[in-house]
């Protein structure tokens, strides 16, 4: 749990060094902790800035211990799943995402799924 917060943090700390306006970031990424201890749920989601990201198109979503999975494809078909603060998106939606390192073979207990390869974003930003 706290190698992921940890991780989660130090995402968004790399988001805020390569944001031309920081204040769209300031005070949104500040956890809450959720009663029962939980640290990670009830954490929310970072507005990720238009044209700060990589644009995909949402191909599968799911929400489970506090966070949303959602498998992303770009323009060209390659699909990524990304988990985040758990947020609403549907199937079809199209988003905007910071490219993070990669957490190889991650096992989500709480889905009882290994990811090959999955990215912990502070957020996403939907399109309208």
Do not use: H
């Amino acid at each position: 749990m706290k190698k992921i917060i940890t991780l989660l943090l130090v995402i968004a700390a790399l988001a805020l060094a390569g944001c031309k306006d920081k204040s769209k970031f300031e005070a949104k990424a500040k956890p809450v902790a959720a009663p029962g201890g939980d640290s990670q749920v009830g954490m929310k989601p970072v507005d990720i800035p238009a044209g700060t990201g990589k644009k995909s198109t949402v191909t599968q979503t799911m929400n489970s211990g506090g966070y949303t999975y959602v498998e992303a494809a770009d323009d060209k078909g390659e699909k990524t799943w990304l988990a985040l603060p758990e947020t609403n998106v549907v199937v079809g939606d199209k988003i905007e995402y910071q490219n993070t390192p990669p957490m190889v073979n991650f096992k989500s207990k709480t889905l009882n799924k290994t990811f090959d390869k999955i990215l912990f974003v502070p957020g996403i930003r939907k399109e309208k």
